[in-house]
């Protein structure tokens, strides 16, 4: 089964998306992050998203739902480089990302994680 590969940095995880999300794979991303978050005890997660041209209403929900599923186990979750279609579909859609922060790249996601844990 195919796997987004996520990368353990001190107390953050990386994820970086380098390929079109389907559902069965969002889900499988969810499903491994939720675990790696406990089994690494991280308190930060980053997903780049900058490879990603569409994101549909599931792929934004996904992405809304694993930042609240870190959230409950005490992570944060910036999602970095989404390009401007991204944006602007996930508004025209209506979809908030309540309680995941942005940053336009994977240098500024991972400050404004410093700064929120206290570096």
């Known amino acids: 089964m195919e796997r987004i590969p996520i990368l353990r940095m001190g107390d953050l995880l990386l994820v970086t998306?380098?390929?079109d999300m389907h559902d069965r794979l969002a889900m499988t991303l969810q499903d491994d992050l939720t675990e790696r978050i406990v089994s690494d005890g991280a308190k930060g997660v980053l997903i780049d998203i900058s490879a990603l041209d569409l994101v549909d209403s599931f792929i934004g929900?996904?992405?809304s739902n694993t930042a609240a599923m870190a959230r409950v186990l005490d992570a944060q979750t910036v999602v970095v480089g989404m390009q401007p279609?991204?944006?602007i579909t996930l508004v025209e859609?209506?979809?908030?990302l309540h309680g995941v922060k942005t940053a336009?790249?994977?240098e500024k996601g991972m400050a404004l994680l410093?700064?929120?844990l206290n570096r």
């Open 93 to 96: 859609l209506g979809l908030t």
């Open 114 to 116: 410093g700064k929120n």
């Open 104 to 106: 336009l790249n994977v």
């Open 85 to 87: 279609a991204v944006a």
């Open 61 to 63: 929900r996904m992405i």
């Open 17 to 19: 998306i380098q390929v």
